[in-house]
């Protein structure tokens, strides 16, 4: 059986690397070019194309899938199945119809539910105890192919997307294998999506990252840890932007004389106590705008705060 795997970001690589060491043929990995990335805006290439010249495999770079050399070359690989995963791009009718039997992708969530191009960080800022991973068999309407098979986690009270990110790729990487096993063998039976179930997940904005503090400690403490690493969740300490990178929460009633976003105090070893419209909310790891990113008690070493004066706004 030979694949054509496209694939762009790190979540991509590990099954990658897994149908590289199955022995199935990797007839050609199709990845995005590379970008300006970082501070510096250097040229950095896509980690796919990283992994996939370690392992000695052909890489085509593409920016419009609708290049005709391009489709030309991805028929002339005369694969069986191809293989999407987190490739930033959507395939057309033309290309799904290429392969002899399928084109399938791992989507990062429990499908019909986040149906979108963020599950994993949908997933963890509404909270939600429980997701996992879905292979389907492609259409051209966006993660609404039939189930060929589901694996599911559950969410750690310490993951943040970056985290969860890591665990979905590797689960997925094993989910594809036992994907490509059943289609080699002819054993694949397919479930169609129940729509009444669909949720989305759509593309984050930077705008989205900026915390609303009359949400609860808890809500707020689930949107930080889904925009890692980002947008990153952010609000203005005294009136400076500050992304705020790891967090706690107490569900402790607040004050009648602090209002949402007032720095309550400071708690020893755990990090900075702001008040929210329920409960208190804990900055352990924070970022001041042009600064380095630093744990609470770094942060408390070289800026002084008076409270209650000091607060969450701009």
Known sequence: MKIVYFGTSDFAVPALEAIHKSKIEISLVVTQPARKSGRGQNIKEPPVKVAADGMGLEVYQVEDIKDRAFVDRIKMCEADVFVVVSFGKRLTEELLDIPARFSINLHASLLPKYRGAAPINWALINGEEETGVT?????????????????????????????????????????????????????????????????????????????????????????????????????????????????????TPVKDALSPGSIAGIVKGKGICAATAKGYLIIKELQLEGGRRMDAGAFLAGHKIEIPKFACNK
């Open 135 to 251: 292979v389907i068999a492609m259409t051209g309407e966006i993660d609404a192919g039939d189930i060929l098979l589901q694996r599911s986690i559950d969410i750690d009270d310490e993951d943040d997307a970056e985290a969860l990110s890591g665990k979905l790729s590797r689960i997925g990487a094993e989910a594809l294998i036992e994907a490509l096993d059943m289609i080699k063998k002819d054993k694949i039976i397919v479930q169609r999506q129940d729509g009444s179930s669909l949720t989305s997940a759509p593309k984050l904005k930077k705008d989205d990252g900026e915390i609303d503090w009359s949400a609860s400690a808890r809500d707020i403490h689930n949107k930080i840890r889904g925009l890692v690493p980002w947008p990153c969740a952010f609000t203005y300490l005294d009136g400076k932007l500050t992304k705020i990178w790891r967090s706690g929460f107490s569900e």
